[in-house]
């Protein structure tokens, strides 16, 4: 008898520590999502309306993480005011999350607040801002996806082409550049210049360091007397996107955007690999969460890009899609 009772008591305590067991891996990760520019209320839900969260989300999900299931995700956004970064990457810290997926210049605020948590971004030029000695093997707490120092010219290329009668084209982007505080904006800029050049297009920089200050950079440009228009697809840009959009429709500006939701508030054509960047990242978080460590994850570069055409946006303009682009599009909204 007190055999019996001594192997009852010996299988509840091992079940009793299965189910602690299965109930510690049962909790929840949690992950910070921290935008720069997009409104929070277009980051929330299953299905958010923003098509850079709503990549993310899906790429957690098809990896097998669902939020309020087997993550907990901590949305949070700037909405185009980058001095409340640091602020939202503090909390985040605070509440002990497990990654932080960030983008920008939020991913410079994340390594700033913590040098222990996983941070996964995108972001431009990651060695320039000195978040990792190379590319290849991360060497602090930070990997993720690099942008395309050649994206801007690849924009303006496509400008050209659909509106060959461009001659002096505005680009929108921070006001202060330059090679040690935003190297891979730096760089962009020097090598748009050169193919500006080679198009025979003179760029006219106008600058915006805040949300605040589209409206007055866009009454540069009418002042400048531009006619073609480009925006540098940082976090002041997207955030006043649709005053942006309504600008060039209103002065017939054919106009080339860094992400679609330019287009879907009626730009004329997109071109960037922003939704890609979305999906591997949450691909970089769920091995993280799998038991990945930084180091063994190496930086990497979008390889899909989409390029959308609002045929409605070019007919209002009288403009003629050439077909070479008509049949590289990957959508055209009519």
Do not use: C
């Amino acid at each position: 008898m007190n055999r019996r009772r001594a192997w009852l008591g010996l299988a509840g305590g091992l079940g009793l520590g299965l189910a602690l067991d299965v109930q510690a891996q049962a909790k929840p990760a949690r992950v910070a999502l921290v935008f720069s520019y997009t409104p929070l209320a277009e980051m929330t839900g299953p299905e958010p309306t923003d098509s850079g969260a709503r990549a993310f989300v899906r790429g957690l999900r098809d990896r097998g993480y669902v939020d309020g299931r087997e993550v907990v995700l901590e949305r949070r956004s700037a909405e185009g005011h980058p001095d409340r970064l640091a602020a939202l990457m503090q909390e985040m810290v605070a509440l002990r999350v497990d990654v932080i997926a960030a983008t920008y210049q939020g991913v410079v605020e994340a390594a700033r607040a913590t040098n222990t948590i996983p941070i996964v971004g995108n972001i431009d030029d990651p060695v320039g801002l000195g978040l990792t000695a190379t590319l290849a093997r991360p060497s602090r707490n930070v990997t993720g996806i690099t942008g395309d120092l050649s994206m801007l010219s690849k924009r303006l290329q496509l400008l050209k082409e659909i509106a060959p009668r461009v001659r002096r084209v505005a680009l929108i982007d921070y006001k202060y550049v330059d090679s040690r505080t935003t190297p891979g904006t730096h760089a962009r800029r020097q090598e748009i210049g050169t193919t500006a050049r080679e198009l025979g297009i003179t760029l006219i920089p106008v600058g915006a360091d805040d949300v605040d200050e589209i409206d007055r950079a866009l009454a540069t440009i009418a002042a400048e007397g531009a006619d073609g228009l480009m925006e540098a697809g940082n976090l002041i840009t997207h955030a006043g996107r649709r005053a942006i959009v309504e600008f060039a429709a209103r002065n017939r500006l054919p106009a080339v955007y860094s992400d679609r939701e330019f287009v879907d508030a009626g730009g004329l054509l997109s071109y960037d690999g922003s939704l890609d960047a979305s999906r591997r990242m949450a691909e970089y978080v769920a091995k993280i969460l799998r038991g990945a460590k930084v180091i063994d994850l190496p930086f990497e570069k979008p390889t899909t890009f989409e390029l959308v055409v609002n045929m409605k946006a070019a007919n209002a303009l009288g403009i003629t899609v050439p077909q070479s682009v008509l049949l590289r599009a990957d959508e055209l909204i009519r």
